[in-house]
């Protein structure tokens, strides 16, 4: 038996040697100092006839090398234990605690690192001869690795003292503390039976596992790892999502190589292997699984594995995410709006102060409500992020008649609150109430959902895997970021004196403010053409023409008095029902043809492929740099990074020297892949750069906004 465990030891150095020299990162060999220190202790002191005591093999390894699982991965074997007991003793197979998953060059191996205890069941005879002592032997073999691969063995002995009776259960322990807590850290390690069923698909390339339970869904895992008992059947090294469906709790990853063909897949009638969970109080549990074959969903919620920031970095993440957000071109024309209306009241800070509160008010509301619907989404299993709601052809349509409807009050042709202005800036300053402030901040964080800026992608990323009341925390201080700048202004009369007095520049400058409104406007239109096609733009544009008819009645109505009044009043109403039923019919228009869309694509600098999990899989598997655009029609930081860094020339040829694949994931419409490769990089939204090299394990993560020079930059090879 030891002859053939040797061989087999010999043999898999061999394999290593082959596959993993190229990976040493020096010529030095190892010095000839034990890798590994290995042990045996027994739980207790002694053992009595007939009775069982657990023994552990305890590995102390040493810093910078490991061993190995039952399923050593991609390279590698487990340790050995080859007993050597009295006549009439017995010993089980070793249990193995859950393993990490250890990275070696473009291989993953599953093992341990610093310390492994192995634990043994040994089972003394009937007629053990008591007062005695037994000596129990074994050949402990393992396979240690670091830049090299070692095979180490040891004979190991432990002398075991048999005792007339067990040792009373109520009675003083029988072992050192020490011990005690040896045995209770590696128990706690042990898989135990999985108290829910689960089933696995293999089709194609695509490995999904189900465990089914809703509990284990709602409780929401940071992490979750399979590590299958014999390998070939899922790709060690393939990166392993998690996430929710209906039911319970789903992996995903990619097929091994036993499992390549439909013969193979339906000769396996169970999967075993452990599941280990780690949950959101950092606790981990391993779960002993046999799977059976069966139709797994794909995930509609990705879950992230852990966060790379806390609570602390999120919030403040947040605040700073909301002030620059201020910058982004999407919410300026309303910002202009808001600062027109401070000037009005730059001689009277009281009223500057009401409004700055009422804003700050709207501004904090509406992240809230946008968290709460959010969270609401989010456990009731749906896949969205922020700006999920400009996936919907009918907000969008929506969106854009309002920024025309405000348009067309900057213009003048109707009122809100109060007549006709007669254009002095006094009578101005009256329009701009708390009510209006409170609904320029509502309307502000509207138009500020297409946008994102640096620091909000890691703080709503981390925001949607966490609690309701921790994602509303970061919610809120996103929306007090956000609101910071002009609560400011209201809140220091000093600074509301740098403001010019009011007069009748502002009524020109509100006309002027007009423009960009439109522009907003048209820029929705546009994002609509990409999820209705051109009969959903043309529909929406009649209901801008109603709009616009429905507030110049309004308007007059509101200069008129009487039967003209109420003429006025009935006709806007009707105009705006008339928008209503318009409006429903550009958002249910078929999309645009892939005629279409394919033209659309032509027009990018760069030739983009549609971003899917199996291209991107395949041309990685063909060794070449993928470039991922994460992108969305609606988001403006998307599309200004597209003509500011991602158009160029010089990009252009940096690609094609270098083979560089590139991936547009569009998230225009709503895409179950693309949220999940949001939430694979921790990101709730869109833009999202990502450049894999080739072979590398995992994606260098671009910034939000790009210059033609930082994406140059990431495309360079290391020197």
């Not at 050597?84 to 003793?89: C, F, K, N, S, T």
């Not at 599941?275 to 046999?290: F, H, M, N, S, Y």
């Not at 220091?492 to 403001?499: I, K, N, T, W």
């Not at 009487?562 to 209503?580: D, K, N, S």
Request: aromatic share 8%.
């Amino acid at each position: 038996m030891l002859r053939l465990l040797r061989l087999v030891f010999g043999f898999s150095l061999g394999l290593l040697a082959l596959g993993g020299g190229a990976f040493a990162q020096s010529g030095a060999l190892p010095d000839e100092k034990p890798k590994v220190v290995v042990s045996f202790i027994a739980e207790e002191k002694a053992i009595a006839p007939g009775q069982t005591v657990t023994v552990a093999l305890r590995e102390i390894i040493r810093k910078g090398w490991h061993t190995y699982w039952v399923n050593p991965g991609d390279s590698g074997a487990p340790t050995v234990i080859d007993w050597h007991l009295p006549p009439g003793w017995t010993a089980t197979p070793p249990q193995f605690p859950y393993p990490e998953r250890l990275p070696v060059g473009p291989l993953m191996n599953f093992g341990y690192e610093d310390e492994a205890v192995l634990l043994s069941e040994i089972t003394a005879p009937k007629d053990a001869p008591a007062g005695q002592s037994a000596t129990l032997q074994a050949d402990v073999m393992w396979l240690v690795c670091s830049d090299v691969c070692i095979p180490e063995e040891t004979k190991l002995s432990l002398i075991l003292p048999i005792a007339a009776a067990p040792p009373p259960a109520d009675g003083a322990p029988s072992a050192d503390k020490d011990t005690r807590e040896l045995f209770a850290a590696a128990r706690a390690k042990l898989p135990h039976a999985s108290p829910w069923s689960a089933r696995y698909d293999a089709a194609d390339k695509r490995f999904a596992l189900m465990v089914e339970s809703p509990e284990l869904a709602s409780a929401r895992p940071k992490s979750a790892v399979f590590y299958p008992y014999t390998d070939g059947f899922v790709e060690a090294a393939a990166p392993q999502a998690v996430g929710t469906a209906a039911g319970g709790l789903v992996l995903e990853s990619t097929t091994g190589w036993k499992m390549a063909t439909a013969e193979k897949r339906s000769a396996v009638d169970k999967l075993g292997g452990i599941l280990v969970l780690t949950g959101a109080d950092g606790r981990v549990d391993a779960l002993d699984i046999a799977a059976v074959p069966g139709a797994v969903p794909a995930a509609s919620v990705m879950l992230q594995a852990g966060s790379d920031i806390g609570i602390v970095e999120a919030l403040l993440f947040a605040f700073l995410g909301g002030l620059i957000l201020n910058l982004m071109p999407c919410v300026f024309p309303v910002l202009s709006m808001k600062a027109l209306a401070l000037a009005a009241k730059r001689d009277a800070p009281e009223a500057a102060r009401v409004s700055a509160l009422a804003y700050g008010g709207g501004v904090l509301l509406s992240f809230a409500g946008l968290a709460l619907v959010l969270i609401a989404f989010a456990a009731g299993g749906a896949a969205i992020g922020w700006g999920f709601q400009l996936q919907q052809p009918l907000f969008v349509t929506a969106l854009a008649l309002l920024m025309f409807a405000v348009g067309l009050n900057l213009s003048g042709l109707y009122e809100i609150g109060g007549g006709r202005l007669a254009g002095a800036g006094e009578k101005l300053a009256h329009t701009h109430g708390a009510a209006g402030s409170f609904f320029t901040g509502v309307l502000a964080v509207v138009v500020a959902t297409p946008c994102t800026a640096p620091f909000m992608g890691a703080a709503m990323g981390f925001a949607l895997t966490q609690n309701a009341a921790t994602a509303l925390a970061v919610f809120l201080a996103l929306g007090l970021g956000f609101a910071f700048p002009f609560m400011a202004l209201g809140f220091f009369p000093a600074a509301l004196r740098v403001l010019p007095r009011p007069g009748a520049w502002m009524n020109t400058l509100r006309q002027l403010l007009a423009f960009p409104m439109y522009g907003a406007a048209l820029w929705l239109v546009w994002v609509l053409s990409q999820q209705a096609g051109s009969e959903g733009v043309a529909i929406a544009l009649a209901a801008g023409l109603v709009l616009a008819f429905g507030l110049w009645a309004f308007g007059r109505a509101q200069a008129a008095s009487g039967r003209r009044r109420i003429a006025g009043l009935g006709i806007a109403a009707l105009a705006l029902a008339g928008v209503a039923l318009t409006a429903s019919y550009a958002a249910s228009s078929a999309p645009p043809t892939a005629d279409v869309r394919a033209a659309a694509a032509s027009s990018d600098a760069i030739p983009y492929e549609k971003y899917s999990v199996a291209r991107l899989e395949a041309l990685r598997g063909e060794g070449r740099p993928v470039f991922i655009n994460a992108t969305a029609a609606w988001c403006i930081t998307c599309l200004v990074n597209e003509r500011v860094a991602l158009s160029g020339e010089n990009l252009k040829r940096k690609f094609d020297e270098l083979k560089v694949a590139a991936l547009k994931a569009d998230w225009t419409n709503r895409d179950a892949e693309i949220t999940a490769l949001l939430a694979s990089q921790r990101r709730s939204g869109v833009p999202l750069y990502l450049y894999y090299a080739p072979n590398a394990r995992e994606p260098m993560v671009l910034p939000q906004i790009l210059t033609e020079a930082s994406v140059v930059a990431a495309l360079e090879p290391p020197r």
